[in-house]
């Protein structure tokens, strides 16, 4: 059975951190690239960060750029998105999800496994 399974996500003031993670279990974790997508309420979801498969090269969507750092182990078949400076916008349900072949690209729909999703919520 394919499985996703993120945590620590939480309530956390402005200008605080939370590192979240990703296990995966069920696939060939090494062959695929893997993404943290968020969603706030009346949003659609929106990629934040993705991490390749072959050479571990990151992307960051611009409004994240410089806060969040994403990794892999892929011994623990484990993906983190370590997340600093937080702001009230960053206030969503955060889902890691898996796909191949690599697209590039943010596009949901392409994307073949996820997870249940954890809350982060970010206070003022």
């Known amino acids: 059975e394919v499985q996703l399974v993120e945590s620590g996500g939480g309530l956390v003031q402005a200008g605080g951190s939370l590192r979240l993670s990703c296990a995966a279990s069920?696939?060939?974790?090494?062959?695929?690239?893997i993404g943290w997508f968020r969603q706030a309420p009346g949003k659609e979801r929106e990629g934040v960060s993705r991490?390749?498969?072959?050479?571990?090269?990151?992307i960051y969507t611009d409004s994240v750029k410089g806060r969040f750092t994403i990794s892999r182990d892929n011994a623990k078949n484990t993906v983190y998105l370590q997340m600093n400076s937080l702001k009230p916008e960053d206030t969503a349900v955060y889902y890691c999800?898996?796909?191949?072949?690599?697209?590039?690209?943010?596009?949901?729909?392409?994307?073949?496994?996820w997870g249940q999703g954890t809350q982060v919520t970010v206070s003022s």
């Open positions: 991490i390749s498969s072959l050479d571990n090269s990151t």
């Open positions: 999800a898996a796909e191949l072949p690599p697209t590039g690209i943010w596009v949901p729909e392409l994307w073949d496994y």
């Open positions: 069920g696939f060939a974790f090494d062959d695929y690239d």
